[in-house]
């Protein structure tokens, strides 16, 4: 016989994972659309990275693997294009997971990944590590340029750190690596923060056109958008 509450659980259960279903289905249909399109605004960095984290947690978690959030500085904003720098942290993660996944055996409790943020001077600190295979000495200076991978053929494109690095030198930061082969890598964004002041002077310009028409006065206010 089942316990008292199995039903209610269970209810409980699908309930939690219809809603992350729905989450993550929306999470891919911004993901997928057109990028070229989408403006640079003034967003929380830290709202960004529980989203893009909430994408594989689960799934991380069934592989006993540990994500530790360190977060110094939770109200920093930076300006961009979000779901851009959204692309960036995935991509950050997943390269974790296939470096832990090299290294040690599925299930294995020692797995870690650590992502933190910390506000540095002017900018923002990310760091996303791994206690994986790490990185070669040999191979660490190439690993932004695009098709280089040190994942076989049929787990990486190459493409991954090449389009990170773009997307991250488009918001005026950096992108850097540190690792030591056979214990860790850690992956460095410094981006800058975007402070009120400054989103006020990225705004669009609002210019006031007076038109005379018949002795009445008509006005529109155009955009220059960024």
């Not at 249909?29 to 605004?41: C, T």
């Not at 069934?62 to 294009?81: F, L, M, S, T, V």
């Not at 090449?162 to 214990?183: A, D, F, H, L, V």
Request: a negative charge; one cysteine or more; hydrophobic letters at 35%.
């Amino acid at each position: 016989m089942p316990p008292p509450n199995y039903i209610e659980d269970k209810s409980n259960y699908f309930d939690q994972n219809i809603r992350r279903i729905n989450e993550i289905i929306e999470h891919i249909r911004i993901l997928s659309r057109e990028q070229s399109a989408e403006r640079f605004e003034r967003f929380r960095v830290l709202s960004v990275i529980e989203k893009a984290v909430s994408m594989i947690e689960v799934q991380y978690a069934r592989h006993n693997i540990d994500i530790r959030r360190e977060i110094a500085d939770a109200d920093c904003h930076a300006y961009g294009n979000p779901h851009r720098f959204d692309q960036v942290i995935l991509n950050l993660m997943v390269n974790a997971h296939d470096a832990l996944k090299s290294k040690y055996d599925p299930y294995d409790d020692d797995q870690r990944i650590r992502i933190s943020q910390r506000r540095e001077g002017d900018t923002i600190r990310i760091e996303v590590e791994d206690n994986g295979v790490g990185i070669p000495d040999a191979a660490r200076s190439h690993i932004f340029d695009p098709f280089f991978t040190t994942k076989g053929e049929q787990d990486g494109t190459g493409l991954g750190l090449s389009i990170s690095y773009g997307i991250i030198r488009e918001m005026k930061g950096e992108i850097q690596c540190e690792s030591e082969p056979g214990e860790f890598t850690c992956m460095i964004l410094t981006i800058p923060e975007q402070t009120w002041t400054d989103s006020h002077r990225n705004a669009p310009i609002a210019r006031l056109t007076i038109f005379i028409d018949n002795f009445s006065l008509r006005y529109r206010t155009l955009h220059r958008h960024y």
